[in-house]
């Protein structure tokens, strides 16, 4: 019940943000509280949450390289290091990825304000700080890149969106999809990208080399559950899709990213099929479409209109329906499960 009482939490801090004007952000703060309790508190609930302090507990005994990213690996040594324990240094991964949500929010304008909640925490805060932190800390600092870049700081949000393929290399996605929908396709300049981007592939790829070819035989060998798997991301994303359509932004921003949403979402789909590394994309594309289309009313200088608002709600509650509905499934399932949701023995009695 208690992701549950999170999800209606974050639609009450929704009603009152607006009503505010979106001037406020103290709701929005408060409401950021409350998952701060629920996963830095939390006890060996979040599927991956074992596994990584498995991993953190080895640099107990000396920073060394693990096949995970450099900037995670660092961050972790760090952290287990100040504290000896490797159960808090996760705990504190949490802290920070929250600590960078407290910043952006608190340098959020209206649009960004109603996206975080409206979708993008509905949609991940329970996977991105209780389950999957590498690409938590790698998504929370996307999201910073593209409030950089949409108040035309481009050196910083560049900056920023390379150093988070330091803590998830897969990022590299969600970055090629940002920025194929803000580039001019005309534009000849914009060819240059293209072995730009080649050449990142293949320096990130020569860095960890063992890494990628441990990833791809995992993948191999892990088919997709179902034919079905990935529907309940697909869903989400052809709401968006929808959304975009029935929008208020100029009919050459809505092709585009109408195209590329639709192009990315039937591709990885199929890939889901076969493969988890679909799902994985999956999950990487419905973060990153949200925050194209909110580049786009920034860069056409509009404000969110009532139908996008809509369909980002409607957008988030169903991507929190599909959530639950996994953590139900998986209930009592390995030895972290994010049901039946505990707090850690110190706080058990609270």
């Not at 001037?23 to 006890?43: C, D, E, Q, Y």
């Not at 096949?67 to 040594?77: A, D, H």
């Not at 960078?100 to 959020?108: A, D, E, G, K, V």
């Not at 969600?174 to 592939?201: D, E, G, Y």
Request: contains cysteine.
């Amino acid at each position: 019940m208690i992701y549950i009482f999170g999800w209606f939490l974050l639609l009450a801090m929704l009603l009152l943000t607006a009503l505010s004007g979106y001037r406020i952000r103290l709701f929005a703060a408060m409401g950021l509280l409350f998952f701060v309790f629920i996963a830095v508190f939390r006890g060996a609930v979040g599927t991956d949450t074992e596994t990584y302090e498995a991993v953190v507990s080895r640099l107990m005994e000396g920073l060394s390289w693990t096949g995970m990213e450099p900037g995670f690996v660092f961050v972790s040594w760090l952290l287990v290091e100040l504290t000896g324990s490797a159960v808090i240094a996760v705990r504190l991964v949490s802290v920070i990825i929250f600590v960078i949500l407290f910043l952006y929010l608190f340098r959020s304008d209206k649009n960004e304000k109603f996206l975080l909640l409206s979708y993008t925490l509905p949609a991940f805060v329970y996977q991105y700080t209780m389950n999957g932190l590498r690409i938590g800390i790698a998504a929370m600092l996307l999201l910073l890149a593209v409030q950089k870049i949409k108040k035309l700081h481009r050196l910083s949000g560049g900056a920023l969106a390379l150093f988070a393929l330091m803590f998830h290399y897969s990022s590299l996605v969600s970055l090629v999809f940002i920025w194929a929908s803000q580039a001019r396709w005309a534009r000849a300049s914009n060819i240059l990208i293209v072995p730009f981007v080649s050449a990142l592939v293949l320096a990130i790829f020569s860095i960890n080399e063992d890494y990628f070819f441990a990833k791809l035989l995992s993948y191999q060998g892990s088919e997709s559950p179902s034919p079905f798997s990935g529907l309940g991301k697909v869903a989400v994303l052809l709401v968006l899709l929808v959304g975009v359509a029935l929008s208020k932004l100029p009919r050459k921003e809505r092709t585009k990213l109408i195209f590329l949403g639709g192009g990315f979402t039937v591709f990885f789909w199929m890939v889901s099929s076969i493969s988890y590394a679909g799902l994985r994309f999956l999950d990487l594309i419905s973060f990153a479409y949200p925050l194209a289309i909110l580049l786009t009313y920034g860069r056409c200088q509009l404000d969110f209109d009532r139908t996008i608002k809509f369909f980002l709600i409607f957008a988030g509650l169903l991507a929190a329906f599909s959530s639950y509905r996994n953590f139900v499934f998986e209930e009592g399932e390995g030895p972290s499960p994010f049901l039946p949701y505990h707090l850690s023995e110190p706080f058990a009695d609270l």
